[in-house]
């Protein structure tokens, strides 16, 4: 079979090894390549773009789509942020499932609530007069680890629906404690209500950032005091 000369370069090498081993190649291709492409090829190749297909695993879906607490926890087990070796783990769902709380209390991941954190909690909220036990509590990122930039937002989206199945009145986020070799003096905290998946929120500092010894702390609990009392009563 002889060619033109004259044709599309990249059509002439396609006629040749359609010769040689059928019509149907498939070729990883620019956006640019398609639009190179001469309209006569259509009829002899199937191309397919591998730079831009990626593919989505199923399981990765399964959050979006349920209906309670202890499936979305599930599902959440399964996704691909998760299952990876230290994080499958170390992931963390509330042992308790709690719904239509009055608080919600959502830390940075169960790094930020060790036990000498825990004992703080309980302290500020028994000046409070509120009851621990009867708020729920909650991870942003749901295992013992550090979210990366590039996982913040489905975590985010993560967070939401799951504010939708918990119901709460009110958010209190304690925020993740600051890097120290990032920033050389901790941000103060605002103190203003803010609306997060349509519910009033607020947000509070680590708790390890007022454990015993550490820097200002006596001002920071101070300071969080004040924001509980004006906006949590």
């Known amino acids: 079979m002889g060619f033109n000369m004259n044709e599309h370069p990249l059509h002439t090498y396609l006629m040749a090894q359609g010769e040689?081993?059928?019509?149907?190649?498939?070729?990883?291709?620019?956006?640019?390549?398609?639009?190179?492409?001469?309209?006569?090829?259509?009829?002899?190749?199937?191309?397919?773009?591998l730079q831009d297909e990626k593919p989505v695993q199923n399981d990765d879906l399964l959050w979006k789509d349920v209906s309670s607490l202890g499936d979305f926890y599930e599902a959440l087990r399964k996704?691909?942020?998760?299952?990876?070796?230290?994080?499958?783990?170390?992931?963390?769902?509330?042992?308790?499932?709690?719904?239509?709380?009055?608080?919600?209390?959502?830390?940075?991941?169960?790094l930020e609530l060790t036990t000498e954190a825990r004992n703080i909690l309980e302290r500020l909220f028994?000046?409070?007069?509120?009851?621990?036990?009867?708020?729920?509590?909650?991870?942003?990122?749901?295992?013992?680890?550090?979210?990366?930039?590039?996982?913040?937002?489905?975590?985010?989206?993560?967070?939401?629906?799951?504010?939708?199945?918990?119901?709460?009145?009110?958010?209190?986020?304690?925020?993740?404690?600051?890097?120290?070799e990032k920033i050389e003096t901790s941000p103060i905290i605002s103190g203003n209500i803010a609306t997060f998946a349509d519910k009033p929120a607020i947000t509070l500092y680590s708790l390890l950032e007022i454990l015993p010894g550490k820097p200002d702390v006596k001002e920071k609990m101070s300071e969080v005091l004040y924001i509980c009392q004006t906006h949590l009563k």
């Open 20 to 49: 040689l081993g059928g019509f149907e190649v498939v070729l990883p291709l620019s956006q640019n390549a398609h639009q190179q492409m001469p309209n006569q090829m259509c009829g002899y190749t199937y191309l397919k773009d």
């Open 79 to 110: 996704h691909s942020i998760y299952t990876k070796a230290m994080r499958s783990s170390s992931f963390c769902a509330p042992a308790e499932i709690k719904t239509n709380v009055h608080y919600l209390l959502i830390f940075h991941s169960p």
């Open 126 to 180: 028994k000046k409070l007069e509120l009851d621990l036990n009867v708020c729920g509590i909650s991870f942003f990122l749901k295992c013992k680890d550090v979210a990366l930039p590039r996982e913040k937002n489905i975590l985010k989206e993560m967070l939401c629906k799951e504010i939708e199945l918990v119901n709460p009145e009110k958010i209190i986020f304690f925020r993740e404690v600051p890097k120290p």
